[in-house]
């Protein structure tokens, strides 16, 4: 496919349960971008990556939230030990390069029960 | 700070022209961005304003006036699929890959 590809699109997870969300960006995109969105509002920053690099991971609510990319393409957004209040869906973006328009997956769903 | 504000709701008629007005506080200004989302669906690119003036691309229009701290998203010729909710996003002073989105333009076009 041409676009970010986001997987799973859904998830439920028990509270305490640790998750994994992957995104595919857009092939030979530097950079990737990790956003969540809570219900009516716009994306929050979590995250981002220049390849392989985490340049900026100052938006990650808690300790309990870990992104890597280890290979400069393929990005995992793991939470472990979730809560309630991690409900919300996850965003992905890739970009060519830095300050280029950021182009968006279409989100993993994530309900903690 | 990067505050921004654009107002929560509108709603127009089909075939109608409306404005969604943004207004931001930053010290460091690096453009700003207009994004498209519909409901469940990832948000899509429509513009990027950097100078003053205004920057059209078919029925969409965005304008910035950067003394003012102010932009707005023209939407002319209104149809359905237009209903959406409208970002108004700027990069931060200090970082220009790290994007600060506010709460978004919920636009709802009525027959």
């Known amino acids: 496919g041409a676009g970010v590809s986001q997987s799973p699109r859904y998830k439920v997870a028990k509270r305490g349960q640790d998750v994994a969300l992957r995104c595919d960006p857009i092939s030979g995109h530097v950079s990737l971008f990790w956003y969540q969105q809570a219900l009516g509002q716009g994306p929050e920053f979590l995250t981002y990556f220049q390849n392989e690099a985490q340049l900026d991971k100052s938006g990650l609510p808690s300790d309990r939230f870990f992104a890597e990319r280890p290979e400069g393409s393929v990005s995992t957004l793991k939470i472990q030990r979730t809560q309630q209040e991690d409900s919300a869906v996850y965003l992905c973006?890739?970009?060519?390069?830095?300050?280029?328009?950021?182009?968006f997956g279409d989100g993993t769903r994530l309900s903690i029960l | 700070g990067q505050n921004i504000d654009q107002p929560t709701e509108m709603t127009a008629t089909e075939g109608a022209i409306v404005q969604i007005n943004c207004t931001y506080q930053t010290s460091g200004f690096n453009g700003l961005f207009w994004y498209q989302q519909h409901a469940g669906e990832a948000p899509t690119f429509l513009s990027y304003?950097?100078?003053?003036g205004l920057e059209e691309k078919g029925r969409f229009s965005s304008f910035l006036s950067r003394s003012k701290g102010y932009s707005y998203l023209l939407l002319k010729e209104l149809q359905m699929k237009d209903s959406a909710s409208y970002l108004c996003?700027?990069?931060?002073?200090?970082?220009?890959?790290?994007?600060?989105f506010g709460t978004g333009t919920r636009l709802q076009v009525f027959p």
């Open positions: 304003n950097v100078l003053d």
């Open positions: 973006a890739s970009s060519p390069d830095s300050g280029r328009p950021q182009h």
């Open positions: 996003v700027t990069p931060t002073s200090y970082n220009t890959d790290k994007l600060i």
